[in-house]
């Protein structure tokens, strides 16, 4: 990756520029409400965000998991449609593993939503394992309302070498 790519740690002050991109970055899914900005003030040291020029291209929200101490949880991971496919989210979710390897955490799980078949298929090529669910959308399992009446889950796990 060229030198005018710069992955650091995230900081309070992004939660504004995260808030102003997502919906675009996913498609015209609203899915600001999942992502407070607690979030950045509390998993700043977990999270990344990769620059590209001095403007924001891609973030991971991440942490460590305070009840499960051999796991880490990526929550929300997203990168400017305009450079998809360039590895940039590989190299977040890198960034974040090593910061579970360092930590002694050596399971990552996620979840997302089995109508994103692009981040299901993203998370199998990361090496996620699916979770057995209770309901099934072109081949991929899910967990029926995993938060709430209707909001159905796609689970993840990797292990990390
Ligand atoms: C999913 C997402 C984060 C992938 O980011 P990216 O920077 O384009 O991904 P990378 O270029 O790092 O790809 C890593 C690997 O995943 C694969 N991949 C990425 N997007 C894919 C897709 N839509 N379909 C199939 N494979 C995909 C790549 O081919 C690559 O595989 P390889 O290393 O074996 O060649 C990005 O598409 C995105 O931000 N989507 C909208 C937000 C979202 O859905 N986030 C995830 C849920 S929170």
Not at 66 to 78: I, K, M, N, T, W
Not at 128 to 145: H, M, T, W
């Amino acid at each position: 990756m060229e030198k005018a790519f710069v992955l650091r740690s995230a900081r309070p002050s992004d939660h504004g520029p995260i808030m102003e991109v997502m919906p675009a970055w996913w498609g015209g899914r609203d899915l600001r409400h999942g992502v407070p900005r607690l979030f950045l003030e509390h998993f700043s040291n977990t999270s990344f965000i990769m620059e590209h020029e001095g403007r924001m291209v891609g973030f991971i929200i991440a942490f460590l998991s305070p009840a499960r101490p051999g796991e880490g949880y990526a929550h929300f991971l997203g990168v400017d449609p305009a450079y998809h496919g360039q590895g940039i989210g590989r190299r977040l979710y890198e960034r974040f593993f090593e910061v579970c390897r360092q930590n002694g955490r050596s399971v990552v799980r996620a979840c997302t939503s089995p109508v994103n078949s692009a981040s299901v298929r993203f998370h199998q090529k990361m090496g996620f394992s699916l979770a057995p669910g209770d309901g099934q959308r072109d081949g991929i399992p899910f967990i029926r309302d995993y938060n709430r009446p209707g909001d159905d889950k796609v689970e993840f796990s990797k292990r990390l070498e």
